[in-house]
């Protein structure tokens, strides 16, 4: 998924020096590597903000995001100087998914190295569509002089702000004809946002050029135009160009141009997005038959599905429960080298990692961050228990408390057994996903739950696990189960592909993925928008306008640890590079082991 960040700051340092007035300020962004050997790249820099310490920048960065896959952002904020080396204002670094998920898709950090707040706010990317365009020339001027003829094509160019000022930037390039005064271009296809940021009424460069083998291609005319421009000519009389000196050139005669595709059909599709109130969750003790149907009153939207940002832009939560399984076969934890060996408090255990790493990563989109830790597979007064409560709360705070509770489990008396049942744990999650969707509906609100399983084996009933499944797939519920240790789990495999027809389970093996946390949370990760998308079409939920927050309920987080990374800037000032052989800015993110 694309995301599209801003980016503002407030109350900044002013370094321009003594009698030298204001600051200008601009920022460079830059993607941190998630690993050693991946180089930090830099994305590109703002506008520079003359005369001001608040900037609120208009340049906006697009980054790919995907759910599993940690991705973070160092915003360095400089003071532009003219004649010398720009100086530093300070800078933060933002993780894309907590700023997806925070109220309003914005979270602010106090500036490292320097004084003032920055701002980083996130939103789906707009996807604006594209110009299908199909021009040709009349009667173009002939710059090869007796013995030939132009070989010509066009160029658009926008206009944009650099350290030098306004420039123009070449967004496009058509075709060239060889040898032809009347060149008749073929149709295209091209990128609104690359052409003009969405903005159909920016004042573009329409050129045609003669194409030269050296590379010194001369002009031969242009004009000044819009995209509306181009689309009001259509089928008219078409444009004069002309040379710089003003005499004219030749016509572009333009027999197409239109836009194709791009997000405004969300607004122009109508939509109902009341849903029926669903009935009370069960209690845990009556899950055993529960049978989970669709919401068969809730009208179906006309419009193409909204996305995983769309639902996180309106304010969608995700919550989390965490099962783990405490069957006999994880060996004794007090013995080195088994599954639940905890002997070392410095080295986490491999059920340790993945709730570390996966769950830190869910955490970013639950705001209360209260999570239930349930148990299977162990003896309680002799008895074996498929779903018992970990630690002595129902709900633990942080993914601290979870491995908290995980630990005062084996403090409490337990025995463990087996055989490996999942169901009762999976028919618990989906009511406590089912009543956190009533609730968050009661509010005009929207909340979508993810079961984490972990466990070391296959389970005992295959046939009533996928059952189970079965039942339960139009909760708001995915379920992803970590297989733990090097036990067959063929089996798991076939929960996940053939468990149901409306796909809510994921399964992994931790030791395919045990040197790796970016990995382990790619391969866990990357259905649950997908399903969390499904849920609320098949359900005719549409997402909730995007959350709007005031200055004031923006919780600023404080200064960190300024991450040592150079940035290089070019002659031109807007060449940027981050110096080969740069051993800082990594990015090492949370649940990383």
């Not at 700051?9 to 991946?38: C, E, I, Q, Y």
């Not at 697009?62 to 915003?75: C, F, T």
């Not at 295959?462 to 499944?469: D, E, F, K």
Request: proline content about 5%; charged content about 20%.
């Amino acid at each position: 998924m694309k995301v599209q960040l801003y980016i503002r700051a407030h109350n900044l340092k002013n370094v321009a020096g003594a009698f030298k007035g204001t600051s200008d300020p601009f920022a460079v962004v830059t993607v941190l590597g998630n690993n050693r050997s991946a180089k930090p790249e830099v994305l590109g820099k703002t506008e520079v903000m003359k005369n001001t310490l608040n900037p609120d920048w208009t340049t906006t960065f697009e980054v790919d995001y995907e759910l599993g896959e940690p991705k973070n952002i160092l915003v360095k904020v400089f003071d532009e100087v003219r004649k010398g080396d720009n100086k530093p204002m300070g800078s933060a670094q933002f993780c894309v998914g907590s700023v997806l998920g925070a109220k309003g898709n914005t979270k602010a950090k106090k500036l490292a190295g320097g004084n003032g707040t920055l701002f980083v706010r996130a939103q789906k990317a707009k996807d604006y569509g594209s110009l299908k365009l199909k021009m040709s020339g009349v009667k173009i001027a002939n710059t090869d002089g007796f013995f030939g003829k132009s070989d010509p094509y066009y160029q658009i160019t926008k206009k944009v702000e650099g350290l030098r000022g306004s420039e123009y930037d070449v967004v496009h390039r058509s075709e060239v004809i060889k040898n032809n005064l009347n060149p008749n271009w073929k149709s295209e296809m091209i990128d609104l946002r690359t052409l003009c940021d969405g903005d159909l009424d920016m004042i573009l460069k329409l050129d045609v050029y003669d194409y030269e083998s050296d590379g010194k291609n001369e002009l031969i005319g242009g004009i000044e135009t819009s995209i509306n421009g181009l689309i009001n000519a259509k089928g008219r009389g078409g444009f004069d160009i002309t040379s710089k000196k003003g005499k004219q050139k030749g016509t572009l005669k333009i027999h197409q141009a239109e836009v194709v595709g791009g997000d405004d059909a969300y607004a122009r599709a109508t939509t109902a997005t009341a849903t029926a109130p669903a009935p009370s969750a069960p209690p845990i003790g009556m899950m055993a038959n529960m049978n989970i149907a669709p919401n068969s009153s809730a009208s179906r939207p006309t419009a193409p599905k909204p996305s995983f940002t769309d639902f996180m832009s309106g304010g969608c939560e995700m919550s989390l429960c965490v099962a783990i399984d405490f069957t006999g076969s994880n060996g004794d934890p007090r013995k080195p080298g088994t599954l639940h060996y905890m002997g070392d408090e410095h080295t986490m255990n491999d059920y340790e990692k993945a709730i570390s790493s996966i769950g830190s990563i869910l955490a970013n989109y639950d705001h209360d961050k209260k999570y239930p830790v349930y148990g299977f597979g162990a003896k309680y007064n002799g008895v074996v228990q498929h779903c018992f409560q970990c630690g002595t709360n129902s709900e633990v705070d942080g993914i601290d408390g979870i491995i908290g509770a995980y630990k005062q489990t084996f403090k409490s008396g337990l025995v463990m057994s087996g055989p490996t049942v999942f169901t009762e744990v999976l028919q618990t999650a989906a009511a406590f996903a089912v009543s956190g969707q009533e609730n968050a509906a009661r509010n005009g609100m929207q909340n979508y739950t993810t079961l984490l399983i972990l466990s070391d084996g296959a389970v005992s009933d295959l046939a009533a696990t996928a059952q189970c499944l079965n039942s339960i797939k139009n909760a708001p519920l995915s379920v992803v189960i970590v297989g733990i240790g090097g036990a067959d789990f063929g089996s798991m495999t076939f929960l996940d592909d053939q468990a149901s027809d409306i796909d809510i389970a994921q399964f992994v093996e931790f030791n395919k993925h045990k040197h790796d946390a970016n990995s382990l949370t790619r391969a866990t990760l990357d259905e649950i928008p997908t399903q969390l998308e499904n849920y609320y079409h098949r359900n005719g939920i549409m997402p909730n306008p995007p959350v709007q927050v005031e200055e004031e309920e923006i919780v600023i987080e404080p200064e960190e640890e300024e991450i040592d990374l150079t940035i290089d800037f070019g002659a031109d000032g807007n060449t940027m590079a981050v110096p080969s052989g740069q051993t800082g800015g990594v990015y090492v993110p949370q649940g990383a082991w």
